[in-house]
Every structure is written in C-alpha cells, then in structure tokens.
C-alpha cells in the first residue's frame, strides 16, 4: 500500500472509475458537498482503507465547505464550476483535475500544491480502458515565489547565479520525472496514459478521446441501424457491432488506419463500394470539423476571463470582486 493518502472530490461517474483503480493502493478519503453520498459511494464500491471526512460549513454564502488537503493527493473529480464550491485548507502534495477546459492556473488560485497534473480521461475509464492525457506541472504557485527567491542571485557573481540556476533546473526536472511516475501509475488504474508537453494540448485530445466516444458511438448507431435495415435483428446487428469496435481497436495497435483499410479493401470488391459512398458525403471532413468544434469550445471556456467560481448554475453573473478582478461566471451547462 503506498504511503500517501489520495482525496478524491466528487463521488460522480469518473470518481467511480478513478476510485476503482486506486482501490487497496492508497488510503482514500471521498469528499463532497453532500457526506451521505459520500459514504454510499464507498460502500456500494466497496472501497478499503477509505473514510468520507467531515466538511466543515464556514461560510455558506461563498464557501460551504472546507476541506483539509494538507499533504495529500488531491483528485478533482467534481463539474468544472464546482472548483469554487469548496474551501481547500492547507498544501497538497499534488492537485490532480478532470475538470474539462479548467486550467493549471485557474485551479492555482483556488488551491495551494507543490505540483499540478491536469488529466483528460474518457468515460472507458469506468471500465479500466480510458484513453488520458496527462500534463505534469511542478508547482505553479510556488513558481512565483521560487521567482522572487531567485532575484537575489542577480547579486551573485555570474558563475555562482549560474550554478545556482543550473542546480534549481535540475531539481525541477527530478521533481517532474517522479510526478510523471506517480501519475503513470494514478492513471494506469483506469487506463492508458499519453503525456503531453503542453497543457493546450490536453484540450487537444478531446478530439481524439475525451469526446471521441461519443463520435464514434453514433458511427455504432448508424452501423447498428444499417444491420437492421438489411434484416438483421437488432440485438444481433449491435453485438457484431460491438465485438468490431474491440476487434478494431486491438488491430489498430498493430497496424495504421491505412493499412487497415487496405487489409479490408479488396480491389473491385464490396468494401470499396461503401468506402467511395462515405467519402462523397464528406464523412472524413465531418467528423474533422466536429473535433475542431470540440476543441474550440474547451478552449473558450478556458479563456482567461471565463473563470469557475461557486456562483449559481445557469446564470452568468459577475464575480463580486474589485474591477480589475471582475471574473465572468461561466453557465454550468457549458461543462461536460
Ligand atoms: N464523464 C466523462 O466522460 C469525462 C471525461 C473527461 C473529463 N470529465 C470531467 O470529470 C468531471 C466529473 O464528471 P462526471 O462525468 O464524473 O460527472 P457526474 O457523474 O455528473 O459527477 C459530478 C460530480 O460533481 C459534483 N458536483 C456537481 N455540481 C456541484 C456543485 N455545484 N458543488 C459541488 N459539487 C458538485 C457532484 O456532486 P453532487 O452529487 O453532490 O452534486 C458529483 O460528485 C467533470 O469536471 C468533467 O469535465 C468527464
């Protein structure tokens, strides 16, 4: 059993998934605005070594609920604008966030940690097959003090700032690698895991897995449908379906999607005649522009002046704050 203890935030659907697959490594507490589910959710998981702490109300208006994070790993698991539903007291030992289109930044300013790790799962994760990405960062709140304490060294003679200079950067590069360890193995609990050197790209990938699913489960609906209307039952055309998406999935670790459909395609045969009919209809060109359309839409929502707060669903409001911190609160909708 390793030695840190993770809190998760959220007992929802990637909280389940998360949670299974941290289950019997580390101690675990759930957290949450509401204790009961809390406590529902690690019996009906049957979850070891995991208690649902106590959240303290402070103040209800803007914070209901305290949450002690000192030293712990700390799961993000709850909606995008939740972050701000939550006092976090103390310093995690590292933040880890689902949350869609929030960024390494945004969470900074609502939670102190030596390190940051934002995650794009996909809903496979509920079965210990999702697709993430992983972006590490070594603390991006106390970069700014690191910053400060820097200045200092500019009295140094050159080679000693330099050498000091030399030392930090190492340092941080150790730091990241065992980050990246940790996170490896968070993430390997429900999946497979891609790291990524730039946190745009963790938007990115909604394209290729976040909303992929639901990409590819119309294609499963249309070829469910297409069974159907050339005779087969319904049940019987969506386990074909279905046992060709695993099918598919194992052969495109072995082979590109090229080569696959070159496999299939036999000169003249039938495979081709579907084939000339999908891309008259644009089917690639579709399927290109809902990505991009996907994307766009995290990464408006990331916009630096669409911050999350704790504010009221559905309403759009200011935050109440000095001008020059005026925040606008995005409509809970907006998030997946
Ligand atoms: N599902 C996916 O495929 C997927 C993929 C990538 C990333 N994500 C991210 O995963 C996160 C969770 O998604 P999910 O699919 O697990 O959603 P979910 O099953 O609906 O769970 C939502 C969680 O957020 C909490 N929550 C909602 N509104 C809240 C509020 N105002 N204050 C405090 N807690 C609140 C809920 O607690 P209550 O029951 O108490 O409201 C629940 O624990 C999201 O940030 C999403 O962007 C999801």
Do not use: W
Not at 10 to 28: E, F, P, R
Request: proline residues 4%.
């Amino acid at each position: 059993m390793n030695s840190d203890t993770i809190l998760i935030l959220g007992y929802g659907a990637m909280a389940s998934a998360i949670a299974q697959g941290l289950n019997g490594k580390y101690s675990m507490e759930i957290c949450g605005r509401d204790r009961r589910k809390a406590l529902d959710f690690i019996a009906k998981l049957d979850l070891q070594n995991t208690t649902a702490p106590e959240s303290k109300s402070v103040d209800f208006a803007s914070n209901p609920h305290a949450i002690n994070i000192q030293d712990k790993i700390l799961l993000l698991c709850v909606k995008p604008y939740a972050l701000a539903s939550f006092a976090y007291l103390g310093q995690a030992k590292a933040v880890y966030s689902v949350l869609a289109g929030i960024s390494i930044e945004q969470i900074a300013t609502h939670i102190h940690a030596t390190a940051y790790v934002r995650l794009m799962p996909n809903i496979a994760a509920l079965h210990g097959l999702s697709a993430t990405t992983a972006f590490c960062s070594v603390g991006t709140a106390s970069m700014i003090s690191a910053q400060e304490k820097r200045e200092p060294h500019m009295d140094l003679p050159d080679s000693q700032a330099c050498s000091t200079a030399v030392e930090q950067t190492d340092s941080l590069s150790q730091q990241l690698e065992q980050l990246k360890r940790q996170a490896q193995e968070i993430c390997q609990g429900f999946g497979e895991v891609v790291f990524v050197e730039n946190e745009r790209l963790i938007d990115s990938s909604i394209a290729t897995s976040g909303s992929a699913p639901a990409f590819l489960a119309l294609v499963a609906q249309a070829l469910v449908d297409s069974g159907v209307m050339v005779g087969l039952s319904r049940v019987d055309s969506r386990t074909l379906v279905a046992q060709t998406f695993v099918g598919v999935g194992e052969l495109l670790r072995h082979y590109g999607p090229q080569e696959l459909i070159d496999r299939v395609t036999t000169p003249g045969g039938t495979t081709i005649e579907g084939l000339a009919v999908l891309e008259s209809s644009g089917v690639r060109g579709a399927f290109m522009q809902a990505a991009k359309a996907s994307v766009a839409k995290a990464s408006a929502t990331n916009a630096p002046n669409h911050s999350c707060t704790s504010a009221q669903p559905h309403a759009p409001t200011i935050q109440n704050t000095t001008d020059s911190q005026k925040t606008l609160v995005p409509k809970e909708p907006n998030h997946e």
